[in-house]
C-alpha cells in the first residue's frame, strides 16, 4: 500500500534562514504525483509545491524547492530566506494510482514554527 | 476565478443529529474529493465524484455520504453523529484525476457535542 511518512512532527528555523523538511513514499508505480501543501491556523491547505515523478528536473517556486530522489524515494522540501508568513503544518502527500483509482494520500504532517 | 468554497465554516451538532455540508469547486473542476481531518488520524479520504458518480470511496462507515450535482457542487451527509466525528472536512477540487492536483477549501469545522 501507498504510503507517506514526514519523521519530524515539529521543526524550528530561525527567519531569513533555511530549513529543510523530509518526506518519504513507498509505492510500486513508476508514474505518479508528489506535492508540498501547507496549512497555516486559517486551516486551508494551500498547494506549496508539485513534482512529476517523470520529470528529474527538481520543482522550485520561488523560495521553495524539492529534492527528488526517486529511487530513495525521498521528497524533500527546501525553504529558503524563511519567512513568519511561512509558519504553517506543512504535509506531504502523494497522488497516482492506489487500488485501481486515482487517490491523494498525505503524512502526518511537519509543524514548522519560524523564531523571530 | 474563484476558489473552492466550503459552506458552513463552523457548525455544532448534537450526537444524534444530522449534518449536511456543501462544496463548490473551481469553475470547470469536474471532480470533488472529501477528506476528514482530525489530529489522531491526519488527512483521511471520504470519497470522490466525478460527473455526478461516486468514483472511490474511503474507509468509513455507512452513516457518510455524499453526492454531485450537475453543476459539480457536491454535499456529504453524515447520520447518526457520534463525538468521534468531530472534525474538520475538506473538500478539495481537480480538473483532472485527484492524484495529479487538488485545490482545497478552507474547511468546514464540524463539533459533535
Known amino acids: 500500500a501507498q504510503t507517506v511518512t514526514q519523521s519530524q512532527p515539529e521543526m524550528s528555523v530561525q527567519e531569513a534562514e533555511t530549513v529543510t523538511l523530509s518526506c518519504t513514499y513507498d509505492?510500486?508505480?513508476?508514474?505518479?504525483?508528489l506535492f508540498w501543501y501547507k496549512q497555516p491556523p486559517s486551516r486551508q491547505m494551500i498547494l506549496v509545491i508539485r513534482?512529476?515523478?517523470?520529470?528529474?528536473q527538481n520543482a522550485t517556486e520561488n523560495r521553495f524547492s524539492v529534492n527528488f530522489q526517486k529511487a530513495a524515494k525521498s521528497f524533500s522540501l527546501k525553504i529558503s530566506d524563511s519567512q513568519l508568513g511561512d509558519a504553517a503544518m506543512y504535509f506531504c502527500?502523494?497522488?497516482?494510482?492506489?487500488?485501481?483509482?486515482?487517490?491523494?494520500?498525505f503524512g502526518q504532517g511537519t509543524r514548522l514554527t519560524i523564531n523571530p | 476565478k474563484a476558489g473552492v468554497t466550503q459552506t458552513p465554516r463552523y457548525l455544532i451538532k448534537t450526537r444524534g443529529q444530522q449534518v449536511t455540508l456543501s462544496c463548490s469547486p473551481i469553475?470547470?473542476?469536474?471532480?470533488v474529493s472529501w477528506y476528514q481531518q482530525t489530529p489522531g488520524q491526519g488527512l483521511q479520504f471520504l470519497f470522490e465524484?466525478?460527473?455526478?458518480?461516486?468514483?472511490n470511496k474511503g474507509n468509513f462507515p455507512g452513516r457518510f455520504s455524499g453526492r454531485q450535482f450537475s453543476n459539480s457542487r457536491s454535499e456529504m451527509n453524515v447520520s447518526t453523529l457520534e463525538l468521534g466525528d468531530s472534525a474538520l472536512y475538506l473538500c478539495?477540487?481537480?480538473?483532472?484525476?485527484?492524484?495529479?492536483?487538488?485545490?482545497f477549501g478552507q474547511g468546514t469545522r464540524l463539533t459533535v457535542v
Open positions: 478539495a477540487s481537480s480538473f483532472g484525476p485527484p492524484g495529479t492536483e487538488a485545490f
Open positions: 509505492t510500486s508505480e513508476s508514474d505518479y504525483y
Open positions: 513534482q512529476e515523478a517523470y520529470k528529474q
Open positions: 502527500a502523494y497522488g497516482g494510482l492506489i487500488q485501481g483509482a486515482q487517490k491523494l494520500v
Open positions: 469553475s470547470g473542476h469536474r471532480s
Open positions: 465524484y466525478f460527473s455526478e458518480t461516486q468514483r
